[in-house]
């Protein structure tokens, strides 16, 4: 068996780099004027209307939508810089590129953080390959940055970074352009992704966090998914992925049948 794994939520508790990339963000706002008690409350604000309404307020990438509001912690980040333009000629007067001002919140501030591995990721990772099984890890983040952070676990995987699960191409026809859970558009054609998956080899199954992003392309090819439950899997995810793969309580469970 082939196991893939996403990395940030999955392997890893995403808290501590996502307050982090939150921080960076407000530091950033700040420093171009605009005090921070304002720009807290605006924060809290367009935070509370994601997990009010996420479906109204999902991260979009080449205007169509790469993954809803409340499906993960750094998502949440991403979806508060695109909208803080939306709510006051203060924010869209210094926020030319949300998706940079994402970008360099995140890349600043955890540059040079340790990664948070799950407490149960190094011996998952050891039962699976006492078996004679794979791994590999297919991630957002920058190949590199992955291995590094991983190198303390002293196990070798490959790493297949800079996957861009949350880019959908809308002129790329080998897919269905989307498929729909409870009413809610999940848009498929994500090129980059699916193009690593078919380049990996075996009977695979795909463990994520982020079913957007992570299982919504490797559930449509037929590969067996699993998603790690967190604070942030919505209740349409997990009625889902119960039906149609696996939900773990603790990323250990994978190796259980």
């Not at 203060?90 to 360099?104: H, M, Q």
Request: aromatic share 10%; proline share 6%.
């Amino acid at each position: 068996m082939t196991y893939i794994f996403d990395f940030d939520g999955t392997l890893t508790d995403p808290f501590p780099h996502a307050d982090a990339m939150r921080e960076m963000m407000i530091y950033i706002l700040v420093s171009e004027g605009i005090p921070e008690d304002k720009v807290r409350e605006d924060i809290d604000m367009i935070r509370n209307r994601i997990f009010s309404q996420p479906q109204k307020h999902p991260w979009i990438i080449n205007d169509i939508t790469g993954c809803y509001g409340n499906e993960d912690p750094f998502v949440v980040n991403n979806v508060i810089a695109q909208e803080l333009p939306g709510i006051s000629k203060i924010y869209s007067e210094v926020i030319r590129n949300p998706g940079e001002l994402s970008s360099i919140s995140y890349r600043d501030a955890t540059r040079d953080m340790l990664p948070h591995l799950r407490s149960d990721t190094i011996v998952t990772f050891e039962r699976i390959l006492r078996n004679s099984n794979k791994v590999y890890i297919v991630t957002n983040g920058g190949t590199d940055k992955v291995k590094r952070m991983i190198s303390e676990m002293d196990i070798s995987v490959p790493v297949y970074g800079e996957a861009r699960k949350f880019e959908v191409n809308k002129k790329w026809e080998k897919l269905p352009e989307k498929m729909e859970i409870d009413g809610l558009p999940i848009f498929l054609r994500r090129e980059k992704y699916y193009n690593i998956l078919q380049g990996i080899e075996g009977d695979k199954t795909v463990v994520g966090d982020v079913f957007s992003m992570d299982l919504s392309l490797p559930y449509v090819l037929g590969i067996p998914i699993a998603i790690v439950k967190t604070v942030y899997t919505p209740s349409w995810a997990e009625r889902f992925v119960r039906k149609n793969g696996r939900v773990l309580e603790r990323l250990l469970d994978v190796t259980e049948e």
